[in-house]
């Protein structure tokens, strides 16, 4: 464990220091305004010239000076009317109050940036707030003057997101779609039998359905490609069929886990390195939802941030979503520092996205390029 | 290790099955329509009145009888135009291949309900999909009828969903609302400061931010209770504010690791029962966010079951949102098997479901029974 | 929601019950022995001949009857002396007391198997023990008599099961070992530099960190394949290592976000399948851990069974290991029911595992195949 | 998004920068050793005097200098023999080399303190190793000066890590036990029983197991104590029966999911945490066990240092062991940034712990202060 000596309170910047200033406490349990809040560092309280430290010190706790002259620290409710309570906010000894931090929190530089006590301070948490507003409108800033390349995994297609994904491929906003075989298959499979995995859209799982995403793959094998099988109308709706009619570029990357796989994967993975690169040195933006394999594969392939026009260089935002802070963690650990963690499921996060754009559209007076009827694949099945 | 015999296949119901089809493929990769689809379980095929095992046995494979009459697993990539494949989709023998799913599935109930091989049958999982629409309509129901308790835990506060649950109480949906000494401290935090521990509502940590929570709960000391605070005008918005003003009853029970606490808090845990068990067993529908131990505590006490007033009854409807499948697994260990799990962020969760609960109101021709401004805490902080 | 009426209690089962029995508390806040606690379902008491549900309804509660003839669910705690409590363990009404458990467990099959009221029932949970003892009599047994491929994640290279890993190999217990590129990588580089992605055995970064898996990777390259930096020295220790000089075969399978790839990586993934399924067919025990893509990949290659010489099934046995719940279902629902779920950190099964199978061995006079120095790797870094 | 200027090559530091050093590939997709190892930040390589970006820039490439005086980012795979390649390890531009790394990682302290692009930077992380080693010494330390208290869930008993648990108590390693209702509960129906929550030891449900929790706290409260339970010989074995056995005081907190409570319980929780910080301000470890409420709760009394008999500070150990980062990430969010966190199994932990403790005190030729036997539940149930 880590030792550390007292402060050196002959130092010029204790020299100046004030005695601290108490105030009773206006009734039991009550603290008198702005009286001194605790943190669980080595604590210094100036009273009549010397730094004494607090006896039982915790965070979270008022600091009363009794009559024998001792310090303690003390809950809140545990103080009686009139008891003598430090107030103060600045912990730099300035108003006769030192915060030890440095020493403390030197050694844990990840923590606590800035070498000041927090709360709150981590890096990526399901308590931190999500602002769908900023990312609508950096979004509909990139569909104008970039590129935001989309990296899927298949959860977005087991849930409902599926019909959201639609309507952002439709409306312009994907730049590419990267994914695996695994996203095609199920969005396909939901396209012919309005089920993933044999899970129809409200959960159930139906009769023979362990065999349908097969099924789908051999359709489509023996349609020779994706495109084919949407221009001889056996994929009518999804995903895929909307990059298809869209024109929207894909690149789907193979897999060792992957069933059959579809025509249009790459089964060599170098080789899906270099199409998903052509798209990367590209971007401008990415959306990463709820694939790890994909989202690090592309953090690999992309630099941290674009330079414009006029030279000047901004941020690639990077948006990663996951229903863990695991993978949005583990994306940063290999080096994706820039990514904006969200934690949350796929399919909210793609409902709410696009109403936070649909807003922002109207807002700005902009027409959506196109219309799409409601979710044509959900608690009904595929039709 | 288990250990199995295989069927009898002098039984009657082997007795009168027929051979397997086979058919060729009809190109390489490509499996004949309606091609069978294995599975991992022992499977038997009757070919010239004799039950063959296959070779190399794997899931989401075909058959393949080649010329010397021995049957083989083979992923359909490998297939070649001709082979000879097993088709049909019968699992029972009856079309001449037979899947023994009982003896492997019977000690692994759980798993696999009804003896059958299935994907996706997990209990909860954050894959499977949020039928927003039918939690919407049940929840306009139980306002109707019912009597809906919330159960929420801090994050609800932390996160913007804050204003989804001013609204929800607004509106009339909030028959009780439980929780503990920390929603309502970040809560009264947010409005007195526009921060939760210190972090604005756009994520950011503020200067002095750590003591914040602890005078939030000063000045409620100070007043008296939470009411007062509002009646006083030290809480002006917000979910306690909400209550206060609109008259639902709220009870706070209190932790071990509560600051402070509140002077409405029941610090007695038995009393905190009581206080909850008043509402518990009027209650209707329960719905649990982000608390694994105030949705364990509520789960302990609500019948699975509400008496209708014909006599009949019905399934208390349970929802249980968390980040994690753990929270919902741990509940229905604990006997809340009728919880149905929502695996979530639950911020985005509160979003979602008042869009669609206002889009039902909206169907159904039913006005809202008041309005509220736009979120009044948020990226802009609480005034 | 669904409905239900009540039991028919003109039925045979229950025209032969008795009435329920009741005793005395003996104290406040104490029941008598053999006290009936309740559940959460539909329950009915018999009293003088009628079918009485209690009021208050709620599970781990006891039944009191007052003066009054009403029956009332009440906690232990507020139970009186000499209060009436009814008594008994049937819940099948055969005492009297009726628990009204199919129709409203039927519909939830996965959550409750056997349509009882329990607690601990889902399927794969932290909270479930972990038997040590029995895997460890699997992997000798499977050691003499089978061929147990091992599916490993980076997370075990990342950590000290490094060298656990390694014990494996050495004593014979490997039968094939099935990764990816970052396995190998990492491994390699711990070799060379005591460092896995630049971060040190004992969790520090170090400086230029970030290129050494490059480096690690090129000089690889440079030697043309992993069996020849081994005999050229440039690989000293590690898994890598010991697959190549025990001779046991390694499968590395690429994926798109592999650095690199080392030389002996199957880039192409159908090729890769096949290198693993000439492992699977063989396999009569698989060990997953730390890998999601890798464990899935293997569960559908894998048969659940394995067929013994005397033509008798056995299932085969598969071992699940990660981080959280999740990886372990998602598989299940990948149709790899059989799975055993263990939810721990990788390194800490490994280490755990090895202590037992060792102690195993002990016990059975057996001497270890070989023999190897302590941990090469770890707190000390690469020699 | 922010945006930055490039850096101004006139100044000083760059002044006297000399052109960066270019050696060719020896061979296809193998690089020169030294070759300098590409970050996603924007990076300049001086080239005859002038500071160029390099073309699709991405990490973990080579950069290259082709024929035309351009500069490309390239993977190792890609580069041909003879390319000419940027070689060198700084990044400060004194090779000729730049990564403009302060603008653009300044914005993001907690990632990536020390502004270097690094891996591995995450605070917590299941693919951090653990050092069971220091650990182990540090408890053996704290057992001869100091007062380890334990905070624990109850996980702790529904595996096996009870018998652990209770080696620790035997052997002196627990100054203190801070813990809650359901731990004593499950660890007294383990001993009644030989099941907690009715699942025994080895995971599986037994017939009438819902209602084991409830006896056993009923026949608890009939004693009147734990320790009267002791005594009696109702509690024959445990963690609680430890606790008495050997004098170790115990503080059980209450709270709302509590059943019974046991006679023992705190249940007011103001009471309860004056009693938890009687061992609070006397702690000098604190070893937090899969619990977030209790470990938050203890995390909030504890000082972050402890004041040696010189006056010396140290820092107050302190362990947070959880199978999920959250909870670490949550307790550290909370002001308890001292914590090292362990993302494991609890039991795994214990039993790891305790072997490692065991070889150390063999070490030092210290002898156990007690012996046990064998673990007295787990696979055969409580005896």
């Not at 108003?95 to 709360?119: C, K, N, S, W, Y």
């Not at 990267?178 to 996203?183: F, K, M, P, Q, R």
Request: a negative charge.
């Amino acid at each position: 464990m880590p030792k550390f000596k007292h402060p050196d309170f002959t130092a010029p910047r204790f020299a100046n220091a004030r005695d601290a200033r108490f105030e009773p406490a206006p009734a039991d349990g009550v603290l008198p305004d702005g009286f001194f809040s605790t943190t669980n560092l080595p604590t210094y309280v100036r009273v009549n010239g010397r730094w004494l430290m607090p006896r039982e010190p915790r965070m979270d706790a008022a600091l009363v000076l009794n009559g024998q002259g001792e310090l303690w620290a003390r809950e809140g409710r545990r103080v009686n009317r009139g008891d003598r309570v430090a107030v103060g906010v600045r912990e730099d000894g300035s108003e006769g109050i030192f915060v030890f931090a440095e020493a403390f929190l030197a050694h844990d530089p990840t923590a606590l940036g800035g070498g000041e006590f927090r709360f709150m301070a981590s890096d990526v948490s399901r308590e931190k707030p999500i602002d769908y507003g900023v990312m609508a409108r950096i979004l509909i800033e990139e569909r104008e003057r970039g590129y935001p390349v989309w990296v899927c995994g298949p959860a977005l297609v087991h849930s409902r997101a599926r019909a959201d994904m639609v309507w952002f491929i439709d409306n312009g906003f994907v730049g590419a779609l990267l994914a695996g075989n695994a996203v095609a298959v199920h969005d396909i499979e939901a396209s012919m039998y309005g089920t993933t995995l044999g899970m129809s859209g409200t959960g159930e799982a139906t009769e023979g359905g362990h065999g349908l995403h097969m099924r789908a793959i051999n359709r489509v094998r023996a349609a020779g490609s994706i495109t084919q099988a949407v221009e001889r109308g056996a994929v009518t709706n999804g995903i895929m069929h909307a990059c298809v009619t869209r024109g929207v570029p894909f690149v789907l990357c193979g897999s060792i886990r992957d069933d059959g796989p579809l025509p249009d994967v790459y089964t060599d993975i170098t080789a899906a390195q270099d199409a998903m690169r052509a798209h990367a040195v590209k971007a401008t933006m990415a959306i990463l939802i709820a694939t790890a394999l994909h989202a690090i594969a592309t953090g690999n392939m992309l630099p941290a941030f674009v330079t414009e026009e006029d030279g000047a260089l901004r941020e690639l935002a990077t948006i990663c979503v996951d229903s863990s802070e695991f993978v949005v963690s583990k994306l940063k650990d290999r080096g994706t520092h820039q990514a904006f963690g969200v934690v949350t499921n796929a399919q909210d996060f793609m409902h709410i996205l696009r109403l936070y754009v649909e807003r922002e559209l109207s807002a700005r007076g902009l027409t959506k390029t196109a219309e799409i009827p409601a979710a044509t694949w959900g608690a009904g099945g595929a039709r």
